[in-house]
C-alpha cells in the first residue's frame, strides 16, 4: 500500500475520492459522580463563551468536522479537508487538500478567524504559516481512544466558544460516549474478527493501532491480524487467520456484487466466518472514523454482529 493507507480507505469513500485515567478508575466511581465529572469541563467552556465567537471556521480532519457538525456548528464552516465526508453537506464546502498536506494558500484564501486541525496535522511548517499570518490553530486530539474523543470534544467546544445550546449537545456527547463505552459481557473468549477491505479490487486487513482495530477492541471482539497498521493480504493469509467474524464496508460489499459474492471470494470463502456469512457491515466513514462522535452508533451495530443471535450483518 501507498505512504497513507488510512488516506486511501477514506479517498474510495468520496464522491470521487488525563482521560485515559478517568477510563482506568471509572468502575470504583458511582456512575452519578461520573455524570458529575463530565459536566466539569463545560462549566469551563461556559466561561470562555463570552469570548470572541469564531465564525469563520475550517476544519481539517473528518473527525473534527464531525465534531463541529455534532455540536450544531455547520453554519460557521467555510472550508474542509478532503477527508471530511460527514455530514454529506461538507462535501459542497470549498477543500484545501487532505489534512496531512493539506495547501496554506487554500485555507487564507477563505478568511478564516479559527482553523479546528486534527493533530495529526501538517506538515509542521504549513501550521506555523497559518500562526504567522494571524489565524489562531486549535490541535484536536485524534488517536483512536476513548479519551482522546473526549478531550477532541472539549477541545472543539472551547474554541467555538458555544452557546447554551451547544454546551448541552456537548454533554450529550459525553454522556452518550460513557453509556456506549461501557463494558457488555458476553461470557467465553472474545470471537477472532478480520476487518477486512476489498472495495480496490484486493484485499486490505486493518490491523493492530488502526482506527478500525481500536472500535472492534472496545465491541467485545479480538482482531485475528496481528500486524500493526493497514496491509495488503493474500486469500492465504486471509484463510489462514480462521476469523470467526468479518468486518467490512459497505463498498467493499458493493464491490462484490453483495454480502454473497464478498464471502465467496478467494480466501474469505474458506474462513468460517465466510461459511456462514457472519459479515458485519459498517458505513465506511463509520468503519474508518469510528472514533468520531458517532462512535456509539458504531459501537452497537459491531455488538449485534458479534453477539446477536443468529448472526446478522448490520448496515
Not at 202 to 210: E, K, V, Y
Not at 228 to 246: H, Q
Request: net charge positive; proline share 8%; hydrophobic share 45%.
Amino acid at each position: 500500500m501507498g505512504a497513507d493507507p488510512q488516506q486511501a480507505w477514506a479517498s474510495a469513500c468520496a464522491p470521487t475520492p488525563t482521560l485515559l485515567r478517568r477510563e482506568r478508575e471509572s468502575k470504583a466511581i458511582p456512575s452519578m459522580h461520573r455524570r458529575h465529572l463530565l459536566t466539569l469541563p463545560l462549566l469551563a467552556l461556559a466561561g470562555q463563551a463570552r469570548a470572541a465567537t469564531p465564525r469563520r471556521v475550517v476544519s481539517l480532519g473528518g473527525v473534527v468536522t464531525e465534531i463541529v457538525h455534532a455540536l450544531g456548528a455547520d453554519e460557521r464552516l467555510v472550508g474542509v479537508d478532503q477527508s471530511s465526508l460527514y455530514p454529506p453537506e461538507a462535501r459542497a464546502l470549498p477543500q484545501v487538500g487532505y489534512f496531512r498536506s493539506f495547501a496554506v494558500e487554500g485555507v487564507l484564501s477563505l478568511r478564516p478567524d479559527l482553523v479546528l486541525a486534527s493533530e495529526q496535522s501538517g506538515p509542521p511548517h504549513a501550521l506555523e504559516q497559518l500562526r504567522a499570518a494571524g489565524v489562531p490553530v486549535v490541535l484536536v486530539a485524534s488517536s483512536p481512544k476513548v479519551g482522546a474523543l473526549e478531550s477532541a470534544i472539549d477541545a472543539v467546544a472551547a474554541a467555538l466558544a458555544l452557546d447554551a445550546d451547544g454546551l448541552a449537545r456537548a454533554r450529550r456527547l459525553h454522556e452518550a460516549l460513557e453509556e456506549a463505552v461501557r463494558p457488555v459481557s458476553h461470557g467465553g473468549k472474545p470471537p477472532r474478527v478480520l476487518i477486512l477491505s476489498s472495495h480496490t479490487g484486493r484485499l486490505q486487513a486493518a490491523g493492530q493501532g488502526s482506527a478500525p482495530d481500536a472500535l472492534l477492541t472496545l465491541a467485545g471482539g479480538a482482531n485475528a491480524f496481528g500486524q500493526p497498521g493497514y496491509k495488503a493480504v493474500s486469500a492465504e493469509t486471509v484463510a489462514a487467520a480462521r476469523p470467526e467474524a468479518i468486518l467490512t464496508s459497505t463498498l467493499s460489499i458493493k464491490a462484490a456484487g453483495g454480502l454473497a459474492g464478498f464471502a465467496a471470494q478467494p480466501g474469505i470463502a474458506m474462513t468460517p466466518a465466510g461459511r456462514e456469512k457472519r459479515i458485519i457491515v459498517l458505513d465506511d466513514l463509520l468503519l474508518l472514523l469510528g472514533f468520531g462522535p458517532r462512535l456509539p452508533q458504531a459501537l452497537a451495530q459491531v455488538r449485534a454482529g458479534l453477539f446477536d443471535a443468529p448472526a446478522r450483518h448490520a448496515s
